[in-house]
């Protein structure tokens, strides 16, 4: 039997990450006695991390297509009702420098401290308690939720699961939140890592892998999802901006195409010079990085002035050039994916609080639900609108 008289809280978050404290200052704002079970020593671990140590907070282009989601609808009313714009309003109380780095996405000029501190300070203001090093190992409910946790029990009225992803396990990840859901019968679509960096078959390692550190302007595709940005060949395969966009989508073993020149149709620009006596290697070498025209013209086009090509040739070299095919191996795994794909299914929670439809007071918030930003700023954005929108009810 659980003692009934462990102190009760009317919520009880359990995740001092981004949503998390989110979610603690909205319902602290209310009036609401809250408290928030960390496990770690410190809150914010991903935040401090993120962006390279900047935090890209938000993105002001923030829609719901940036977002990856069994029910694409799902996220439209929590982005609706905490915008970017409500973000940076926080960020100018607390007079955090930041800027704009490129395609609307916002970093602080200084550290993503400034961001941890800012949520610890509001948590602060509205009464909102943290406790740190505090592990949850059971959770009942009758009633109220009661909590068994390494610092004693505890019980609530409300009960919030913001644990986050599985990305980045050395961080002090757990499966408590999925486990959670289990447990009460709530359904979690498969998990994925995403926003990773691709490898490639052990015959592209052999032939790429000396281009390790070469980046270049590309579209990257799969299937009729696309991006443009960097792609960055690394020892293992393919990262950067692009390839770490299209990870989220790509499916094992169907083929991703890189358009190595997005600003021309190379077929044309290759036939169009067909009567010319310029080798191939030095021709490309005005449209590609010359490491990689080398290994190109080296495995697979021959270096021959471009007169002794055909013009059908001249046509499949092109096109290959604005459409290489590759079929990744896999993915560098939640060792170093920034998010993760999948988790608790949208259909389980309602859009407008983020409470369970099967278990009134439990509540989903952040990265664990089945909502994957793309890069650039959207997966906070969805922490602090989903933290927020929980916020209001819990
Ligand atoms: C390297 C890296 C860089 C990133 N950069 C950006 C960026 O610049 N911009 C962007 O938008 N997104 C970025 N992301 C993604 C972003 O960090 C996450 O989407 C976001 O942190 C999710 O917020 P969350 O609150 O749902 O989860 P988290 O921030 O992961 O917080 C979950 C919290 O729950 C705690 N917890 C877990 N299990 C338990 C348990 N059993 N008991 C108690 N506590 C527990 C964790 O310790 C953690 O504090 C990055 C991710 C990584 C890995």
Redesign the pocket.
Known sequence: MKSNNSPIKEVII???????LMCAIEAAKRGRSVLV????SA?????R???GGR???TNIHTKPDNYLSLNEHFAKSALARFTPEDFVAIINKYKIPYHEKKLGQLFCDESSQNIIDLLKKECGLYKAQILLE???TEITKNKFFHLTTTQGEFQCESLVI????L??PT????D??YKVAEQFDIKINPCRPGLVPLTFKEKDVQIFKELSGVALDTIVSFGKISFRENTLFTHKGLSGPAVLQISSYWEPRKPIHINFVPEKDMASVLKSHQAEKITLRNFLKDYLPSRLTEILCLRFFENKPLHDYSLERLEKIGKELNGWEFIPQGTEGYAK???TVGGIDTNELSSKTMESKRVPGLYF????VDVT?HLG???????WGSGFAAGQYA
């Open positions: 359990i995740g001092a990450g981004a949503a998390g079970l960390e496990h770690n809150v914010g671990k991903k935040i991390i993120s962006g935090c890209n907070f505090c592990r949850v913001a644990t986050g992803g990305s980045i961080l002090g990840v757990t408590l939140g994916a920034e998010v918030i952040g990265e664990i930003g700023g959207f997966n906070f954005q969805w922490a």
